[in-house]
């Protein structure tokens, strides 16, 4: 064996098991994450004491823990870890299946300890159920994005396409943000789509005046072939007269695409409207992803250039309002505070066509995955 040889073995059998490794420490959180939200909601319903603790019983279980040194389990995640035991019952079976046990040294569950799955919420609107061995090739991280989505079919949608493209949890996140599933439902060729996405890893006050969220049923959007995120953007801005009738009153077209210079860098302001009764410029900046903090910033510059070089006699402070596809409230809160301009984070919907075709192709990406499931394993 040439030392080339030797070298690149080492380093692929590192690689290989410590990939190994890290998918079993994975398994076990969440095993462990499914467990206490069964235990929570066992508590919860049947929990001799439970009066005693009532909303409180997250907050004062997530002290507690955290003074005995466990990790990972603030009141939020002990949220999540509930939510985590109603939405995947099928995990239950993992418990008890051969090929999890014998990961593990010794029992998984204490002694005396008896966890039984939640009621299956089926109804003819939902999908099939993705099977326990598959649920646990996801992170916990990738679990957490998928329980954030209310809608089953969409969830199910970026379960399906997950395990296909083997995403990780950024590009999870990036394909969400960018509306695949919207995109999808959009298109006449939805493997199309997919595939591309594979591939791209006062008393009038401002604050009354606003609507959120803005459903962008107006902005005619039809099926197309292929539907990308720069098609939303480009709708959303050839329909303006829809646009100021959804922003409601009083709003005047400016500008599109306003150029602002700094120095020897362009930026683009999307779109620039005056309000009349509010006697201000409106700034709205459109983002195809959820809200982040850089956002904020980037807006809170326009309005600062606008205070600038901007504003006319008479005119009021400039308003910016940021259009996202989903917002954190807390994030925009920590993004925003202490800036003096005025600045809305608002989020827009998507008004899809039936669901019926993109609940067919869900449906057929599900039994795919599931038919390649080796015999045997546990479902």
């Known amino acids: 064996m040439k030392y080339a040889q030797l070298l690149k073995a080492i380093g692929?059998?590192?690689?290989?098991?410590?990939?190994?490794?890290?998918?079993?420490?994975n398994q076990a959180l969440v095993i462990r994450n499914w467990l206490i939200g069964a235990y929570i909601v066992e508590f919860e319903q049947h929990g001799e004491d439970r009066a005693r603790y009532g909303a409180r019983l997250l907050e004062t279980l997530a002290s507690d823990l955290g003074a005995r040194a466990v990790k990972g389990c603030s009141a939020?995640?002990?949220?999540?870890?509930?939510?985590?035991?109603q939405e995947y019952p099928q995990l239950r079976s993992c418990i008890s299946a051969p090929s999890v046990r014998?990961?593990?040294?010794?029992?998984?569950?204490?002694?005396?300890?008896r966890i039984s799955a939640p009621p299956v919420r089926k109804s003819r609107r939902s999908p099939p159920s993705l099977a326990a061995p598959n649920v646990l090739r996801f992170s916990w991280t990738h679990l957490i994005e998928f329980l954030?989505?209310?809608?089953?079919?969409?969830?199910?949608?970026y379960?399906?396409?997950?395990?296909?493209?083997n995403w990780s949890?950024?590009?999870?996140?990036?394909?969400?943000?960018?509306?695949?599933?919207?995109?999808t439902g959009l298109s006449k060729d939805k493997p199309a789509v997919v595939r591309w996405a594979n591939r791209q890893d006062s008393p009038d006050d401002v604050a009354d005046i606003l609507r959120d969220p803005y459903v962008l049923e107006f902005t005619g959007l039809t099926e197309r072939s292929e539907y990308v995120e720069s098609n939303l953007e480009q709708a959303l801005l050839d329909h303006l007269q829809q646009f100021l009738l959804e922003l409601g009153t009083g709003f005047c077209f400016e500008a599109r695409q306003k150029r602002i210079t700094v120095g020897n860098e362009h930026d683009y302001i999307d779109l620039v409207f005056y309000h009349r009764r509010l006697r201000c410029h409106v700034l709205i900046d459109l983002k195809t992803r959820p809200f982040t903090h850089g956002d904020a910033?980037?807006?809170?510059?326009?309005?600062?250039?606008?205070k600038a070089h901007g504003m006319d006699r008479g005119d009021q402070l400039p308003v910016g309002i940021l259009l996202c596809s989903d917002r954190d409230r807390t994030k925009v809160e920590f993004a925003t505070v202490g800036m003096n301009n005025k600045m809305f984070v608002s989020r827009y919907l998507v008004a899809l066509p039936s669901p019926k075709q993109l609940q067919e192709f869900v449906e057929r990406d599900r039994a795919h995955i599931e038919a390649q499931m080796p015999k045997g394993r546990t479902s």
């Open 148 to 157: 954030s989505i209310p809608d089953p079919w969409k969830r199910a949608f």
């Open 76 to 85: 939020d995640m002990l949220e999540r870890m509930r939510q985590l035991y």
């Open 159 to 165: 379960e399906n396409e997950c395990l296909k493209g």
């Open 102 to 113: 014998n990961s593990f040294p010794g029992p998984i569950l204490p002694e005396g300890s």
């Open 297 to 306: 910033g980037q807006m809170n510059f326009y309005l600062n250039w606008w």
């Open 12 to 25: 692929a059998t590192s690689q290989h098991l410590v990939s190994r490794a890290a998918a079993a420490v």
């Open 169 to 183: 949890k950024r590009q999870l996140q990036r394909q969400i943000g960018s509306l695949l599933y919207e995109r």
